[in-house]
């Protein structure tokens, strides 16, 4: 059923851009599903003999629980009707599709799903769907390792927040059916970025839409999202510049894990510093640091 994956690491703009797709004719972003997060967990199981089992945990799963549709029908079609695992996604995202058209679904409508964990199961999705395109999204690391501090559900280690972005972007190996987009490209130039978008899709831009008026009930209920659901702002590149750290060499610590991936995207190295004891020892630090919080996580 999904035609476009859009991969990013997370804090990078992906809700924004999922929006906003939304609301150009044509297209349909569905909620973030993490669907091969829950394949892979359950992937011991049959899908012939435990089929309800599975069809109860992927209602009940923290991201699908939260889509806006009949939960026992959305089950019951399942047991009924999966074969692969690739039909629970795809009846997954029938009902949400017939849910937000009201059971009248568009033609031609093109499928958008993005969940940041499918990042680093690019290979699967192809395997899955071997059609379809993907967008990279990227944004500044430093700005994603700024924006992860202020996130409950994440760690505030820079070194760890660094090495997710770094192997995220290492896991974006161009293939024919995929673009990169930049993140400072979409809120700086909106208009001109969708274009791009949706003639790599396969679909005209007009450009009318309304950036300032955004309803969704699943994002509208996610403290996470509030600054998604504004209008599109530039006013969130660089902020690293004032939430990073510096006397803790956080943007140091950063530059020198993601130094070679910044560069060949475009971003300017601004501190970084070769050969520096005192950076090692910080980086040390924080993965001691690591290393004692998911043993402690384990007992």
Known sequence: ?????????????????????????????????????????????????????????????????????????????????????????????????????????PENIIVCEKSPPHIFYKAQIQYDYPDAKFI??????????????????????????????RNGVRNMHTTHNAMIVKYEN???????????????????????????VTEDVVEANNPTSKNALKPISNKFISTYKTKLSSPDREQEIIEKICSKEMIQLGYTIEKYKRNDLHLWLRIFYYRIGWLIAKFTKKK
């Open 1 to 105: 059923m999904p035609h476009v994956f859009i991969l990013s690491s997370p804090r990078s703009g992906s809700t924004l851009t999922r929006l906003t797709l939304d609301k150009i004719s044509g297209l349909v972003t569905l909620p973030e599903t993490h669907f091969w997060v829950f394949k892979n967990f359950y992937n011991t199981y049959s899908l012939t003999k435990d089929i309800e089992f599975l069809a109860d945990k992927w209602v009940n799963f923290y991201s699908i629980k939260k889509y806006p549709v009949n939960h026992n029908n959305l089950k019951n079609d399942i047991i009924n009707n999966a074969k692969s695992w690739k039909d629970i996604l795809n009846i997954t995202s029938q009902h949400y599709l017939l849910t937000k058209f009201h059971n009248n679904i």
């Open 136 to 165: 990279f999204l990227i944004r500044d690391p430093r700005d994603v390792v700024a924006s992860l501090k202020t996130c409950s559900w994440s760690t505030s280690n820079p070194l760890i927040n660094a090495l997710v972005w």
């Open 186 to 212: 979409l809120v700086n130039n909106p208009d001109t970025t969708l274009a791009d978008i949706c003639s790599f899709i396969g679909i005209t831009y007009t450009g009318e839409i309304n950036y300032a």
